[in-house]
């Protein structure tokens, strides 16, 4: 099985950024957490700060042949029809992630393009949102 990870703007910072909303540890913390995680799965990592970038990687699906996406589109999230239409296209099951509770944040943060056509949203359990999406993926998504 092979998952596709994506995060996207700002979260390259993690660690550094606003250590009060996101905490101190970095992206690569999290990489080597789920790593670690010692599944039966090919984890493929991706971080982007450009929209363009992150919807050419959602496109790869047609010759990578994901099975699963985790994705945390950081700000995209509230404003990225464009890389909910590149999902759509390449029909990949994904689950949602924020490291915050972006429904204890400000009013912006609340709507999401993309909670609508994701398996599940995980938010505001930090780092350990990945790891639920991705323990949820090995169970089944039904929870099998």
């Known amino acids: 099985m092979k998952i596709l990870i994506i995060n996207g703007p700002n979260l390259n910072m993690l660690g ?4 009060d909303v996101y905490g101190n540890k970095s992206l690569s913390d999290l990489e080597s957490m789920l790593i670690g995680k010692k599944h039966d799965v090919n984890l493929e990592f991706f971080q982007s700060n450009s929209e363009k970038e992150i919807i ?11 099975s699963y996406g985790i994705f945390n ?3 995209f999230t509230h404003t ?14 994904f689950y949602e992630v924020h490291i915050s509770n972006v429904y204890a ?6 709507k999401s393009f993309f909670n609508d056509i994701a398996i599940g949203s995980i938010v505001g359990f930090g780092f350990d949102g990945y790891e639920f999406a991705l323990d949820k993926i090995m169970r089944g998504k039904d929870g099998s």
Request: aromatic content about 8%.
């Open 105 to 110: 944040r400000e009013e912006f943060r609340h």
């Open 80 to 93: 990225s029809i464009a890389i909910r239409d590149a999902i759509l296209s390449v029909k990949l099951p």
């Open 56 to 66: 050419e990687k959602i496109h790869s699906q047609k010759t990578e042949n994901y």
């Open 16 to 19: 550094s950024r606003e250590t």
């Open 73 to 75: 589109f950081g700000a």
